[in-house]
Nanobody
Framework: VQLVESGGGLVQPGGSLRLSCAAS????????MGWYRQAPGKGREWVAS???????SYRDSVKGRFTISRDVTRNTVYLQMNSLRPEDTAVYYC???????????????WGQGTQVTVSS
């Protein structure tokens, strides 16, 4: 099982980016999927998450600007980021709770990370 992210890049303040994260492998089921980020010199922090049933939650600093969504049929989670600010600059990591067919036990998986830089 692996998670592969895409969609990072350099954007000016006020701009938008859309991140994608696709899960692949011998997947039996996926529970919660979400996004975390880590800015230079800081710890990794939770950004947003969505449950299998579609319940979403966000950290306060991104509410109203970021939208998390999920395509269950494609095992993919998205993060639409609007009104980006310099303080959103970080490496963004996808996270998912996945059970594979070997034992159907849920485990925590991480993507490799994608850089988002907000700068003029």
């Amino acid at each position: 099982v692996q998670l592969v992210e895409s969609g990072g890049g350099l954007v000016q303040p006020g701009g938008s980016l859309r991140l994608s994260c696709a899960a692949s492998g011998s997947i039996f089921s996926i529970n919660t999927m979400g996004w975390y980020r880590q800015a230079p010199g800081k710890g990794r922090e939770w950004v947003a998450s969505t449950t299998f049933s579609g319940i979403t939650s966000y950290r306060d600093s991104v509410k109203g600007r970021f939208t998390i969504s999920r395509d269950v049929t494609r095992n993919t989670v998205y993060l639409q980021m609007n009104s980006l600010r310099p303080e959103d600059t970080a490496v963004y990591y996808c996270n998912a709770q996945i059970a594979d067919f070997s034992d159907r036990e849920f485990r925590n998986y991480w993507g490799q990370g994608t850089q988002v830089t907000v700068s003029s």
